[in-house]
């Protein structure tokens, strides 16, 4: 599966550090809704937790609407679901965000949730957590966040924040080795501020 080959050849080239990741591998592209079929239910799973993560916590910080923002965390579900059922060629993390959008727009939005705290870092990041489920959680927060940055910024940024959000698929590298030795809380914070305020400067 082409797809799988190029994350794992990601982690390799993540390890080599931040710089390298972006300089001389570039980020993945975006996952589209039928590459991701041929992976297990866990790791799909993980990257429908990864959008839903990525949307509570933009939803929280950048909007301050904490109603809506717990609304979309419940959404773990229908994220999967809309990864089953959604169009193959549409962009996943797009067609997760605008089922769980369009469902947290209902007058009574079903389910609600909460960010995942830094105490839950060797679930998603942990020397036993699969390697794959690790890269397709992270792979889902910087598809969310490149979506999210591009419609805002100029392209160059929102590449930019594509590449650098990635390296933290890989274990081996300094990022990844300080984010867990000190997690950040909401857990997907500096996965998703660090890699922004680095586009910025």
Request: glycine fraction near 4%.
């Amino acid at each position: 599966m082409k797809i799988s080959r190029t994350i794992g050849a990601c982690l390799i080239a993540a390890s080599m550090g931040l710089s390298a990741l972006a300089e001389e591998e570039g980020a993945i592209a975006p996952a589209m809704v039928g590459e991701l079929a041929d992976f297990s239910q866990a790791e799909k799973k993980a990257y429908a937790v990864g959008v839903v993560q990525t949307m509570t916590y933009l939803t929280a910080t950048t909007s301050e609407d904490y109603e809506k923002a717990a609304c979309i965390a419940g959404q773990e579900k229908l994220a999967y679901r809309t990864l089953l059922e959604a169009d193959p060629d549409d962009p996943a993390a797009l067609a997760i965000e605008m089922a769980v959008t369009e469902a947290c727009d209902e007058v009574e939005a079903p389910g609600t949730g909460t960010l995942l705290r830094a105490e839950d870092v060797d679930t998603w990041f942990g020397a036993e957590t699969p390697e794959m489920e690790r890269a397709l959680f992270v792979y889902a927060l910087s598809d969310t966040l490149f979506f999210r940055v591009f419609t805002r910024v100029e392209d160059t940024v929102a590449d930019c924040v594509h590449e650098m959000s990635q390296i933290a698929m890989s274990p081996d590298n300094e990022f990844s080795r300080q984010f867990l030795a000190e997690p950040s809380d909401p857990l997907v914070a500096d996965l998703i501020d660090r890699p922004v305020s680095v586009c910025l400067e």
